[in-house]
């Protein structure tokens, strides 16, 4: 099988991926016990109110008539022309406004967030994962695979508030929480993440004060997640590190920093790059918690919020936008696996 | 070689701390800087004024004194104009956990926050005393002064003259005859219903406008509280020009495009944005048109709001230095251990939210009147207040809140952990220490209201001391939790009440509320007349009556005498009532809570 057909092959298949996921979603949240129709009042709500209010929500009519509808909605290419997003209903909770234009005004924050993480997670994951591995069973070893299993294990709301009592409490160096300094308006909208639409812009103040407000979250959940970097990178190095072209390197007199870098890790990689995608999902997960923690703006507070209020059609597109996220990063990597290691195309 | 990783591990980890730090001092030089410029920028500005005020007086001096008068008015205007370039502007940031729920149109917003920003930037006819400790001390706003007939179903108010909307529109009698039939008329439109909650359809019949400075309200009944009602949010004058008739403008998708901007309060909103339908970022600007700016308010040029996700964060970004003052909600336990803080203040305030516990009336236990007064002679309400909320809830013994007119401790002859009570008249209704009586006891698990699941364990804890009861413990989300009262499956359940406006009459009705759906107001119940019903009607009666006169003496009795008969039937069973408070950095004064719970923003300052 050629790049090209593999390529194709994996697209397809992230369609029914994402039937899949809707549809459980679409189901689980009806069967929650909860009346998205009672939230709306609290006292004096006749039959007819109520009745009223179903309709509005669509919920009046059959589960099957619900769900072709909501499908259509997504596939409706005029509405996405139109919005830039699929159409993915009206909030069951705050009726006048469009979920799709909800979740892609909080997706950029999040994306944010896990761009920083990640980066942070690669780089202390990778780095201190090859130091661990070249220094096998000794105590820089083992301090820093006690490092990799504690920083696996401890919660991201406690590191988060360890950080923020430290860096925003007591030395007063960075803000405790949210996306940016009130006192700074934010940059306007080109991508929706502060950092690059402040540089894009040229306010070098608000690219500071956008970049100290995201180093406590991202640092937070980047240092959660360089846990398992640390050990599956330090596994795949003591792996190849122990290969003949690695001895054979070193016997041709290459530096030691080379065969390392450039021979073994290269080789040790190709796990690790896999692993990479698949923790985007984790990532994801983990930054509902920090977004909480850090009362980051973002799509991990609106689901949990949404929950609160049975609000159907905001959880569906939530999913939905995580599950395509994490489908789309999952195609990525695997692209990224079949170019770099031919054999998987065969 | 390994070492050669390891000092980049340091390396790298040096990197991230220096470069944090440089960040900082980089960040706060720009802070510094750009502050250093405005200075330099205002300086300069009064320098000029002032070499142009030196021009003027030296033009005077050669001139003579014949124009005197007109350049002594000059000299005075640029001196206030100096002294306004040379006050500082001041910016008051305020850290909460609240957020606009769905509007800030009064016609359709009914959440606290919504509510809040509504205070600061609408103006209602009347308003609530600061620090008024009944709630029932009403100041002139938008009217100066106003009266009512003998059967307080005709209220003229006359209006202030001279008073301009945030644009610049002049307010008169039309805008208050168009607020009140624009709320009315979109009852039908808004599925919820509000401000329906509050019953504008049902108590006012007609506005009319009897001069350009003088409006009167016809209404359907006789009503003493209307002057609360008019003091509440959902009572804020609209400017016609961005609020239609009959229209909540939920056309552009965005809660933002319903708010009718240019109000007639202390501020103007600014900026107001969301991300996902929740608030980023609200920024209140001095009104420069406001009524009251010759008394020096608002007493901020800005207000700015941040969001919080939680207690805990709030807390931190108070301890931090990030906001200047923390507003909703900071728990019990924080606002105690930030009482030793010496970097922050806590101001106290009385609280008007309350906690009740309901019967369901329609089946076995609760259907015997003399189970419901068992279960609740056997509470610990001290327990509870001491224990859970750490003394900042103080247990309470009428549905009325203690401050407000019509307050009685009537549950008290009930007692509280009264076991002998309990026993002779479970006793009497058939139980002992080997046939207790068992049952369902509810709470809201997703918080949405303060610490229930350690309420009710306290609570299951003191009924089950009793020997004859034995106590379930279920819990529900907000969400499932409405269902189960709307379908009547929770044998007792808490529920909390938080007042539209501060009148006993918005917390009497609490003991037969239908839409608690105990049961208790209904003739029949399973086809078998209520024993209940007689008792109902009388409190009803009891009520309306104390609606339709102004003798506070008269209204105290009626409420008492509607508290006797609550501990009779316990249909409802007042808990507890909270305390208020906020959190800010010194020096802030001005803050006043009160049983309001309104915080007014435009009296405070630095």
């Keep these: 099988m050629g790049l090209r057909s593999y ?232 792996e190849t590190l122990r290969l003949d072209f690695v001895t054979a390197a070193k016997a041709r007199g290459l530096k030691e920093s080379t065969v390392t870098y450039g021979y073994a890790l290269r080789n040790a990689f190709l796990p690790i790059l896999t692993m990479m995608g698949l923790q985007f999902a984790i990532l994801l997960g983990g930054a509902i918690l920090t977004e909480k923690t850090f009362s980051w703006p973002g799509l991990g507070t609106y689901i949990v919020d949404r929950i609160d209020f049975r609000d159907y059609t905001a959880i569906q597109g939530a999913v939905v936008m995580f599950g395509l996220f994490v489908t789309l990063v999952s195609l990525v990597v695997d692209i990224l696996y079949a170019y770099l290691d031919p054999r998987i195309r065969l | 070689m390994e070492k050669i990783e390891l000092s980049i591990v340091v390396l790298v980890l040096i990197g991230i701390i220096v470069s944090s730090g440089t960040m900082y001092y980089m960040t706060t030089a720009i802070d510094n800087l750009s502050t250093l410029t405005d200075d330099v920028s205002t300086l300069t500005e009064s320098v000029t004024n002032l070499t142009s005020t030196v021009s003027d007086l030296a033009l005077i001096m050669a001139e003579g004194f014949e124009e005197y008068a007109e350049a002594l008015a000059a000299l ?52 609530v005393e600061p620090g008024s400790p009944t709630g029932a001390d009403f100041l002139p706003d938008l009217a100066v002064n106003w009266s009512s007939n003998e059967d307080l179903d005709i209220w003229d108010f006359n209006l202030r003259e001279g008073v301009k909307f945030s644009d610049g529109t002049e307010f008169n009698a039309t805008h208050v005859k168009y607020s009140f039939d624009r709320a009315i008329a979109l009852i039908p439109s808004i599925p919820e219903g509000a401000p329906a909650g509050l019953g504008y359809d049902a108590i006012i019949d007609s506005t009319e406008v009897l001069d350009t400075y003088k409006v009167r309200f016809h209404l359907k009944m006789s009503f003493s509280p209307f002057l609360g009602i008019l003091a509440s949010r959902s009572s804020t004058i ?115 939210q309350i906690q009740y516990l309901c019967f369901q009336q329609k089946r076995a236990p609760f259907n015997d009147t003399r189970v419901r007064v068992a279960v609740t002679a056997a509470l610990n309400r001290t327990a509870v207040c001491e224990t859970v909320f750490l003394g900042l809830s103080d247990p309470l013994y009428s549905i009325i809140p203690p401050g407000m007119l019509g307050h009685t401790e009537a549950f008290q002859k009930l007692g509280d952990a009264n076991y002998t009570l309990t026993t002779s008249l479970l006793a009497a209704a058939g139980y002992d220490s080997t046939n207790k009586l068992e049952f369902d006891l509810w709470y809201e698990s997703s918080g949405h209201y303060p610490m229930s699941a350690e309420q009710a364990l306290l609570y299951k804890e003191a009924l ?143």
């Design chain 1, 7 to 238: 390529i194709i092959t994996r697209i397809l298949l992230t369609i029914p991926t994402l039937l899949l996921l809707l549809s459980m979603v679409f189901l689980v949240m009806r069967v929650l016990p909860g009346d998205p129709v009672a939230l709306h009042f609290e006292k004096r709500a006749t039959p007819e109110q109520m009745e009223s209010m179903r309709r509005a929500l669509g919920l009046d009519k059959p589960l099957w008539a619900q769900y072709l509808e909501y499908l259509g909605g997504l596939v409706d290419i005029g509405y996405i022309l139109d919005h830039g997003y699929p159409n993915l209903g009206r909030s069951m909770y705050q009726t006048s406004e469009e979920v799709g234009g909800q979740i892609f005004s909080a997706f950029p924050a999040t994306l944010e967030l896990a761009i920083y993480s990640m980066i942070i997670a690669s780089v202390i994951g990778v780095l201190l994962g090859v130091a661990s591995s070249k220094s096998y069973n000794s105590i820089s070893d083992h301090l820093i695979r006690g490092f990799g299993t504690v920083t696996y294990a401890v919660p991201i709301f406690f590191l988060g508030i360890v950080f923020q009592l430290i860096f925003g409490v007591y030395l007063r160096w960075l803000p405790t929480s949210l996306r940016i300094n009130p006192a700074v308006d934010p940059p306007a909208t080109i991508t929706g993440l502060y950092t690059i639409d402040s540089l894009l812009q040229g306010n070098l103040l608000g690219f500071f004060e956008s970049l100290k407000a995201l180093l406590l979250p991202s640092l937070t959940l980047g240092i959660i997640l360089s846990g398992m970097f640390i050990r599956m990178t330090r596994t795949n190095m003591l």
């Design chain 2, 76 to 127: 005075t205007a640029r001196l206030a104009a100096i002294e306004a370039g040379l006050a500082a502007k001041e910016t008051l940031i305020v850290g909460t956990t609240d957020s606009v729920e769905k509007t800030l149109d009064p016609a359709q917003a009914y959440d606290y926050f919504g509510w809040c920003i509504l205070q600061q930037i609408g103006g209602t006819l009347v308003s």
């Design chain 2, 238 to 352: 609209v400017n016609p020009q961005y609020a239609p008739i009959a229209q909540i403008n939920h056309t552009a998708g965005d809660a933002r495009a319903s708010t009718p901007v240019a109000f007639a309060g202390p501020y103007v909103l600014s900026k107001w944005n969301r991300v996902a339908g929740r608030d980023v970022e609200v920024k209140l600007d001095a009104n420069p048109n406001y009524w009251d700016l010759a008394s020096g308010y608002p007493k901020m040029d800005y207000i700015i709001f941040r969001f919080y996700s939680d207690a805990t964060t709030l807390r931190l970004a108070i301890e931090a230095g990030d906001v200047d003052m923390a507003y909703r909600h900071t728990s019990p336990t924080d606002v105690l251990d930030l009482e030793d803080n010496p970097n922050v203040k806590v101001w106290w305030g009385t609280g008007a």
């Design chain 2, 464 to 606: 089950e001391a009793s020997g004859v009861i034995t106590v379930t413990l279920k819990y529900a989300d907000w969400a499932g939790y409405k269902q189960n009262r709307d379908n009547e499956i929770m044998d007792a359940y808490i529920y909390g009440w938080y007042p539209d406006y501060v009148d006993p009459d918005n917390y009497a009705f609490l003991y037969w509320a239908s839409w608690i759906h105990t049961n208790y107001y209904n003739e029949t119940i399973n086809g078998l007349p209520n024993p209940s019903y007689p008792a109902y009607l009388e409190q009803v009666a009891l009520y309306d009556e104390a609606r339709a006169t102004t003798n506070t003496t008269l209204r105290e009795e009626l409420y008492a005498q509607i508290d006797a008969i609550a501990v009779e039937q316990c249909s409802a069973v007042p808990l507890w009532v909270g305390s208020g408070w906020a959190v800010t950095t010194p020096p802030i004064y001005g803050i006043y809570i009160d049983i309001t719970q309104d915080m007014r923003y435009w009296l405070i300052y630095k």
